[in-house]
């Protein structure tokens, strides 16, 4: 077996990584951060750039590199974006109503009558993600009046309806904002997304809520930190 000696590029953007996950990652230029690693210039710019590229670094004027630190969230965690964000900055705006329901909504939520809540995530005023969520209109009564602007979804549920989310299946996936999710997210067209759908029930094995969410690559990093697992029941489970 024939090996292939590692390109101090390589080399770089692994000892970079490295820092960065383990928290050491110091605010130095290229040349100094070339000399800590042992390796060109040249070398180090390649580096750097392949980070750069995937939003887990940027170059600041008269700094130099600084880790772009994201926003976390846990998968399959049953609790409301506001909650896993876990920022007092984190700001609400309730869009228009625009798309049209699919058919798999309204099978799944097994509802005549969806209610939809487009929303906006801010943080600092600084767009972070586009959601969309579905209701059952039935199960939810009056729901179309109630104002959700800086407002918790679930708290509401529970509070107003007494319907407190049990677990939930989420699918995730990469794509690219398109111009209408560019505009909301105040983003250029192509930007990377995270594409989340999440199909939630409660503990009576109902449907509570189907929602799809597009959030920012560059500032989102998602981990899986969930208790009990065996308790998110696959579909036809008894």
Known sequence: MEYKEISPATLGEERLRYDIQKGTFDKLSERELAERYG???TAMRRSLSVLQNEGL??????????VNNKHVINMLAMSSMSTELNSDEIQTEVLQTEEPVEEDVVRFLKADHVFELPRKRMINGKPISYELAFLSQERFPEIEQISF????LYQT???????VLGYGHETIKAGYADKKQATILEIPEKTPLYIV?????????????YSVQYLIGNQIRYRLDAKNIFDYREDGDL
């Open 157 to 163: 549920l529970k509070d107003q309806y007494g319907v």
């Open 149 to 152: 602007q800086n407002r918790s």
């Open 197 to 209: 759908t999440s199909l939630a029930y409660d503990h009576d094995d109902e449907p509570v809520e």
């Open 39 to 41: 390796i060109s210039r």
């Open 57 to 66: 670094i940027e170059k600041k004027p008269r700094v130099g590199m600084t």
